[in-house]
């Protein structure tokens, strides 16, 4: 799609904040931490949207109840980001395919030219926060996007508490440092379940990775977020968690990260404050 050469120069003025999340390994939530931050962010007020750059394995138009969604082109040629609510907008491959089961058959470069057309080829409106949701590893789909916006606010981590995904995170942060990108934080997902009969908090994992990981790195946890079953519901119905449970622990704590995030997190290593988001 041949458009002005000028458009992803103009998105990225449009754009204040670019927030990468990435976890170095699949299973941990990192989606549904992604689509919820997002969700947070717009319900404290902020405009707000999501690029889903997991091309073989896009969950955000599930997870935002926009299955069936395709893209519309604005007046001027332009692809637009699907519109979820006000303020809030999406974009990503699954727009794009017949239906969710289709696989996307595609090597690097396929994916690279992919992720650079939702910056050159997409009008994005004027947002506060681009939060991406990055897939697993630290590879072509990481990569590209870091060198499209020449600078990222900063990367949001996701971990569950065991050693075995923590030692996953460290290639992450590695990788981060590498390409120059600041860590914003890391958020601990599935830290613990809360028996809803006795109020006892069970931690599911075995943990100590978490509190290693911290120390070697010098980062600052945003949350701890608890295995609720009105998260795993709001993911598989694509309602909003803050409209569905908005007194949960994890809405709260998704909404303190929010704030945080906002605040530009003072007193983390590396973090930066917002750009008058």
Not at 32 to 57: E, F, W
Not at 172 to 181: D, E, I, P, R
């Amino acid at each position: 799609m041949e458009l002005s050469a000028d458009n992803r120069e103009k998105n990225l003025k449009r754009i204040k904040n670019t927030v990468l999340v990435m976890s170095g390994k699949g299973g941990v939530g990192k989606s549904t931490v992604a689509v919820n931050l997002a969700r947070a962010l717009n319900a404290s007020g902020k405009k707000t949207g999501i690029m889903d750059v997991d091309i073989h394995g896009p969950s955000v138009a599930k997870m935002l109840n926009l299955e069936g969604e395709g893209l519309s082109q604005t007046p001027t040629g332009y692809l637009a980001p699907v519109k979820v609510c006000d303020n809030f907008y999406a974009a990503s491959i699954a727009f794009l395919l017949e239906n969710e089961s289709a696989p996307v058959i595609w090597r690097g470069p396929m994916k690279s030219n992919f992720i650079n057309q939702m910056f050159d080829s997409f009008a994005w409106p004027e947002l506060d926060y681009l939060v991406i949701d990055c897939p697993p590893g630290t590879g072509d789909e990481h990569m590209t996007v870091i060198q499209a916006l020449g600078k990222v606010t900063g990367a949001v981590i996701v971990t569950t508490p065991q050693h075995l995904a923590c030692l996953d995170v460290k290639k992450a942060l590695n990788f981060l440092k590498q390409m120059s990108v600041d860590v914003i934080g890391i958020i601990e997902n599935m830290a613990y379940f809360k028996c809803p009969d006795c109020g006892k908090k069970v931690e599911i994992f075995k943990t100590g990775g978490l509190a290693e990981l911290v120390e070697e790195f010098k980062m600052s946890i945003l949350g701890s977020l608890p295995i609720e079953s009105a998260v795993g519901e709001s993911g598989d119905t694509g309602e909003s968690l803050f409209e569905k449970a908005p007194s949960s622990a994890a809405a709260k704590t998704f909404m303190d990260i929010a704030g945080k995030i906002s605040s530009g997190v003072p007193g983390v290593r590396g973090a930066k404050p917002a750009n008058n988001a």
